[in-house]
């Protein structure tokens, strides 16, 4: 798997997170004791259906919507981006980014509307088009007429649009312009049904923000690729920092340019830039981030792709391959919930079913501290994804306040996969967890996090 690259000139408030999943050689199955027996989840994790065969998971029960990517496959069909703030949350697949606004409207990707959305495993679309009744790969039309249809994708024919739409932003990529053939020949643009589908615009609403009478200046944002030259199909975020209800807006740059109009205040950006790799090895991502700009006038800035010169590497004590890499910046401002971007990239899952352990835990501050007293962890067991995965079947969970001289059980309930630990915690100290699972086929699971999050004095 090629490693991301990422440029980080860091300033106070600006979190960053690189999280490596890797496989190793000869992977051992774990052998520890019996967990306790699972019991019946209080608020089940759901799964929704993006429009190219990836999965997203989210498991409500953890206090706030967690969210985990299942992708489709590998290579350009396992990359995701991630934005959000607050409780909004967009994934992306990264193949899509270039057509966002231009051929598919971003509310396909908002995982809050694709919940309220999806009904029993189809995604319903609706498709804005010119001229004739449009031929989409994957997509079932149950109606059309007048320029506009109504349709749907299962989960199995998301993936035949998602492979026709990765062969879309390759050619595209190669001409450096999208949208405007292939699949979306005649104006075609497809959106989440009962919404509107865009076109024509590059720059969206990521979070829909308060805007009362603010003076409004015009944000001129410059992009450059790899070669040096006016970028297109890139992707922007720009979100304020005073307050992010304020303004939180995505584009994709038009030969090099988007331009915006934003309140005056101060700002934070990234540029997110994918190069297409082989097949079947993820593109290589590349983040540039503005920590922070101030906008008080007509105001331009830049970002260069060739400056994302941090190279993320990883060191493994055996030999191993990079299953899964993901990159998390988090921006908190002065008001309004935190502001955050996240790359992704799945490389070939190994036939081993390795299992997995997701954790959540509620009311957890940007400092790391939670209050003390009642704790609730949310806890997702899985399986790697594209392995065979047997039924989970149990989980337990163990907590120390002295760094592992003494142990405590927790309270776990839940099922299949789905659990959550609740234990009390004294004030002014560290939680270390050990947490055990286990799945049908004798798979075993053990993780052990040393001070994994602190308790406020």
């Not at 009962?194 to 410059?222: D, E, K, N, Y």
């Not at 040096?228 to 992707?235: A, E, L, S, V, W």
């Amino acid at each position: 798997m090629r490693n991301r690259l990422l440029v980080l000139p860091v300033t106070a408030g600006l979190l960053v997170v690189t999280a490596v999943t890797t496989a190793a050689a000869r992977p051992a199955r774990d052998t520890a004791g019996p967990g306790v027996p699972a019991v019946a989840a209080p608020d089940p994790a759901r799964a929704v259906v993006l429009i190219n065969g990836d999965r997203i998971m989210t498991a409500p029960w953890t206090g706030r919507q967690s969210v985990t990517a299942l992708p489709a496959g590998s290579g350009m069909g396992g990359s995701l981006l991630t934005l959000g703030a607050g409780g909004v949350r967009y994934e992306i697949p990264v193949a899509a980014v270039p057509f966002l606004g231009n051929g598919l409207d971003p509310g396909l990707f908002n995982v809050g509307d694709l919940l309220r959305g999806e009904r029993g495993g189809r995604v319903p679309v609706r498709v804005a088009y010119r001229g004739r009744r449009p031929v989409l790969p994957g997509v079932t039309l149950t109606r059309a007429g007048g320029g506009a249809a109504a349709g749907y994708l299962t989960a199995s024919s998301a993936r035949v649009f998602g492979a026709a739409l990765a062969r879309q932003f390759s050619a595209d990529r190669s001409r450096g312009s999208y949208g405007r053939d292939g699949m979306f020949t005649g104006g075609v643009s497809v959106g989440l049904a009962g919404t509107a589908p865009a076109r024509g615009r590059r720059s969206f609403t990521l979070v829909r923000a308060t805007r009362p009478r603010f003076v409004m200046h015009t944000l001129t944002v410059t992009g450059t690729d790899l070669a040096g030259r006016p970028d297109t199909g890139g992707f922007l975020m720009v979100v304020n920092v005073d307050d992010s209800r304020r303004f939180f807006d995505g584009a994709t740059f038009d030969h090099g340019t988007v331009k915006l109009s934003v309140p005056a205040g101060h700002y934070w950006a990234a540029g997110i830039f994918t190069d297409a790799a082989q097949k079947g090895t993820p593109p290589a991502q590349r983040m540039v981030v503005l920590p922070q700009f101030t906008v008080a006038r007509d105001t331009a800035v830049r970002v260069d792709e060739r400056t994302a010169t941090s190279k993320i590497t990883v060191s493994t004590p055996k030999p191993s391959r990079a299953l899964d890499t993901n990159v998390n910046v988090l921006r908190q401002g002065a008001a309004g919930p935190a502001s955050y971007a996240d790359i992704s990239g799945q490389g070939r899952a190994p036939a081993e079913p390795m299992m997995t352990l997701g954790y959540q835990v509620a009311g957890l501050g940007l400092d790391g501290s939670v209050a003390a007293g009642r704790q609730s962890i949310g806890i997702t067991v899985g399986h790697l994804p594209l392995a065979a995965a047997a039924r989970i079947t149990t989980a337990a969970a163990r907590v120390s306040f002295d760094g592992g001289r003494t142990w405590h059980a927790a309270t776990v309930t839940g099922a299949a996969g789905a659990y959550r630990a609740a234990f009390t915690a004294p004030a002014a100290t560290y939680v270390t967890l050990r947490v055990t699972a286990a799945d049908a086929a004798g798979g075993r699971i053990a993780e052990t996090i040393t001070s994994a999050y602190k308790i406020a004095p």
